[in-house]
C-alpha cells in the first residue's frame, strides 16, 4: 500500500500569502487615514500604492515617493 506525502494530501493553495496582503492592506488603509486626519490639505495630492516600491508607498502628484514601508507581523517599518 502506498501512502501519500503531507504534499499530495495538501493542496497547493496561497492562503498564508493572501492573508499577508490583507494585513498590508489593512495597515495601509490605517496609515493614509492617519495621514489624512494629520492634514488633510497637506497630503489630498498624495497617492498611495501597494506592492510596488515596497508593501506600500506614499506617493506626491508626480509619483516621488513620500514614504515606504514594508510591513511585518510586528507592525511597520518606514
Same mark, same amino acid.
Given at each position: 500500500?502506498?501512502?501519500?506525502?503531507?504534499?499530495?494530501?495538501?493542496?497547493?493553495?496561497?492562503?498564508? #500569502?493572501?492573508?499577508? @496582503?490583507?494585513?498590508?492592506?489593512?495597515?495601509?488603509?490605517?496609515? $493614509? =487615514?492617519?495621514?489624512?486626519?494629520?492634514?488633510?490639505?497637506?497630503?489630498?495630492?498624495?497617492?498611495?500604492?501597494?506592492? #510596488?516600491?515596497?508593501? @506600500?508607498?506614499?506617493?506626491?502628484?508626480?509619483?516621488?515617493?513620500? $514614504? =515606504?514601508?514594508?510591513?511585518?507581523?510586528?507592525?511597520?517599518?518606514?
Amino acid at each position: 500500500m502506498c501512502e501519500e506525502s503531507a504534499e499530495e494530501k495538501s493542496p497547493h493553495t496561497a492562503i498564508t #500569502s493572501w492573508s499577508g @496582503f490583507v494585513y498590508q492592506g489593512k495597515v495601509a488603509l490605517y496609515h $493614509s =487615514l492617519k495621514l489624512i486626519l494629520e492634514d488633510i490639505q497637506g497630503c489630498s495630492n498624495y497617492k498611495l500604492q501597494l506592492d #510596488s516600491l515596497e508593501d @506600500f508607498a506614499i506617493l506626491d502628484e508626480d509619483d516621488n515617493p513620500i $514614504s =515606504l514601508h514594508q510591513v511585518n507581523a510586528g507592525g511597520v517599518r518606514s
